[in-house]
Nanobody
């Protein structure tokens, strides 16, 4: 059994910062890519940032220069540092991890989602 536990969401004003964390636990053999998605009301879920096992990163164009994704492989944790937040960043943010369990089963796991609200 594997679970992803997110933390760090909340309500902030435009221009402020938040740091999201997501820790994977359970029967983990290895973790490949880890990432963050978000979904705003009435919109489709979109990929915000992704980081490979080797540390390569990609970002949604609208967050480049403001958000930074990182990971701590020893702790099976991925972070999303969000600076200069804008109201349009308001969404539910979901952590995901593509991993292989100790039973050699490859799956994508998702966190429960954490609300980020940015007021103007």
């Amino acid at each position: 059994q594997v679970q992803l536990v997110e933390s760090g969401g909340g309500l902030v004003q435009a221009g402020e910062s938040l740091r999201l964390s997501c820790a994977a636990s359970g029967s983990i053999g290895s973790i490949n890519a880890m990432g963050w998605y978000r979904q705003a009301p009435g919109k489709q879920r979109e990929l915000v940032a992704v980081i490979s096992s080797g540390g390569s990163t990609k970002y949604l164009d609208s967050v480049k220069g403001r958000f930074t994704i990182s990971r701590d492989n020893a702790k099976n944790t991925v972070f999303l540092q969000m600076n200069s937040l804008k109201p349009e960043d308001t969404a539910v943010y979901y952590c995901n991890a593509d991993l292989t369990t100790t039973w050699n089963i490859q799956r994508r796991y998702w966190g429960q989602g954490t609300q980020v609200t940015v007021s103007s």
